[in-house]
């Protein structure tokens, strides 16, 4: 059996489309329950779920989180659900009608390394996708497709399971230590890296973490989120979470490496130089991706000298 998480701040009208999706599930609501997690929100959160969903036969539980962050968020869904699998949905998804189906198919094979697994993401655009938002920036708006057929993570590779979109092992999740809570999420900037970093330690550790695409969500790109000064600040805090994860996963150690520090410098006049060109040489648009490159360089600097 399953807990479903949805972790939550301030998004009660997208909210009630996710746990909507969780309700209409194909699968007997005795073989989950649900776990609304609320982050401090301040917009009606608790009441809509004590006024809609308190008379369904579905276990639904409503938890107030005061550390304010994601990762403190999925640790307490953690250590508060009753089934030995957590799936989280994020609170703008909308999960398909097979999703939990598809989990437990997966969870049938019995396999003893089995720690998560994830599946596509698509989008529901807000406002029409503008011409500038290459598919290469697509994955910065938690768009998340891979591939057409199931496959096995891999240390080497650049992407690891979608966090709003995946399944755990309980007890992997607890032998790891959680979810690292100087990551994430926290409502004051664009921070990442949580879901990353334990997934590295997963695999790292023997663990399986296997992509289906079939275990599909649909996630709203909000319309306050699809503009490119959103993008760079994106960007910006994924080059410092790429860093914050790397000393992470050094256990600390602050000293700076200069290579990448010079690298890094590099990178930056490089792409302030290449911004021009992108107007003036390249196909419409095409600036972007310098601006990108220049933004997330500019992170990893910070990362590179801040991150303790």
Known sequence: MITVAICTFNRKEYL??????????????????????????????????????TDNNLSIKYIKED???????????????KY???AF???????????????LKVLKENNVNFACATGDVLPIWEIPKPSWLFPFFEIYFS????????????????????GGNVIYKKQVLIELGGFNTTLGRNGINLLSGEETLI???????????????DIRIHHHIHKSRINRLWLLKRSFWGGYSVQA????????QSVINFKKLYLNLYNIILNLFLIPTGFLFKPKHYYMVYLFRFSK???TLYGLLYFK
């Open 89 to 103: 949905l994020d609170d703008d998804g909308i999960a398909e009608p097979q999703w939990l189906e598809l989990m």
């Open 245 to 252: 994860i790397k000393k992470l996963e050094s256990n600390g």
């Open 84 to 86: 030995d699998f957590v």
């Open 199 to 213: 997934h590295k330690k997963m695999i790292r550790n023997g663990y399986e973490l296997i992509y289906i695409p």
């Open 143 to 162: 768009i998340f497709q891979l591939s057409k057929e199931r496959f096995k993570f891999t240390d080497n590779q650049n992407h690891t399971p979608a």
């Open 16 to 53: 009630k489309k996710a746990i909507d999706s969780i309700l209409k599930q194909t699968i007997d609501c005795n073989l989950f329950e649900l776990l609304i997690i609320d982050n401090n929100s301040t917009d009606g959160t608790e009441e809509l779920i004590k006024n809609n969903y």
């Open 67 to 81: 550390n304010q962050g994601l990762s403190y968020c999925r640790n307490t869904a953690v250590a508060n659900s």
């Open 297 to 299: 360089s500019l992170g």
